[in-house]
């Protein structure tokens, strides 16, 4: 039975491209809150402990697709050779949930949701995928997280013991999820991770034009959870200004580039 995604797991939902509007003023009020605990010290190995923390904790409690299910082997054929970037170590799983989405974590770990797979070609999917490992790449999942962590489950400072990371508890794993949630990385970030999902598509002899149908196929999706306001996709998706802004600027690439757009059904 195909659950809905742990409420936790919403990590910077840069795919899910929608942020209610009470999101996003909650992300000015982090960014205020963070400037507070800027001194704070967390070391890069603390750090890398509370992601490993919070990806175990995701990886636990969401299904995770077993290594000979379909959707396991079309994501291991996708992504074979993908082995690292910029000296980070990738993995890839997929989670079987509802909701359409997928993310990247600071340590290398990307998770791809299976309604996502359901909607996209393999190249469209292979765009998002590139998308994702540009947030690794460009450390955008490492400072995103470290802001979560600083302003929810460590805003009290940090409890550690002779420089390990303090273990965090249910409590603090929610906070830090709901920071999470309400986070967004920046137009610059997403600008700069799509055209690294270009850039990937086209060094692996893919169309990069697939990165402005996946989005147009996200867009088409929040308009349908649009109209009917009771789905449960409206939670997720709502009109988001950047979307039609992140399609255009794809095609116009592509078509400045003299790329011809593949015949879509
Ligand atoms: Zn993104």
């Known amino acids: 039975m195909k ?3 742990m409420k936790w797991a919403l990590l910077l939902v840069c795919m899910a ?5 009470m ?5 000015k009020a982090l960014k205020g809150a963070v400037k507070a605990v800027k001194a704070v010290t967390l070391t890069d190995a603390q750090m890398t402990e509370y992601v490993k923390e919070y990806i ?4 636990t409690h969401n299904q995770v697709c077993a290594d000979d299910n379909e959707y396991t082997i079309r994501l291991k054929k996708l992504t074979e050779g993908l082995t690292d ?3 980070i170590p990738l993995n890839f799983k997929v989670y079987y949930v509802i909701d359409v989405n997928a993310f990247a974590c600071a340590d290398g770990s990307v998770r791809i949701f299976s309604s996502l797979m359901d909607i996209m070609s393999d190249d469209e999917l292979l765009g998002v995928i590139g998308h994702e490992v540009g947030h690794v790449a460009h450390k955008d999942s490492k400072n995103g997280f470290r802001t979560a962590l600083l302003t929810s489950a460590l805003k009290d400072g940090i409890s550690s013991q002779g420089g390990t990371a303090a273990k965090l508890t249910d409590s603090q ?11 967004t990385y920046s137009q610059k970030q997403e600008r700069s991770a799509d055209d690294y999902g270009y850039e990937f598509l086209k060094s692996h002899g893919k169309n990069p034009w697939a990165m402005a149908l996946s989005f147009q196929k996200l867009k088409k999706l929040q308009e349908e959870a649009g109209a009917q306001k009771s789905s449960k996709l409206n939670q997720l998706f709502s009109t988001h200004p950047d979307l039609d802004a992140r399609i255009k ?3 116009e690439r592509a078509t400045s580039e003299g790329i011809e757009k593949p015949a879509t059904e």
Not at 56 to 59: F, G, I, L, Q, Y
């Open 3 to 5: 659950k809905t995604l």
């Open 17 to 21: 491209v929608g942020m209610p509007a």
């Open 23 to 27: 999101a996003q003023f909650n992300v």
């Open 56 to 59: 175990d904790w995701m990886d």
């Open 85 to 87: 970037v910029e000296g």
């Open 173 to 183: 794993l929610g906070d830090l999820g709901e920071a999470l949630v309400n986070s």
């Open 249 to 251: 600027r794809m095609e």
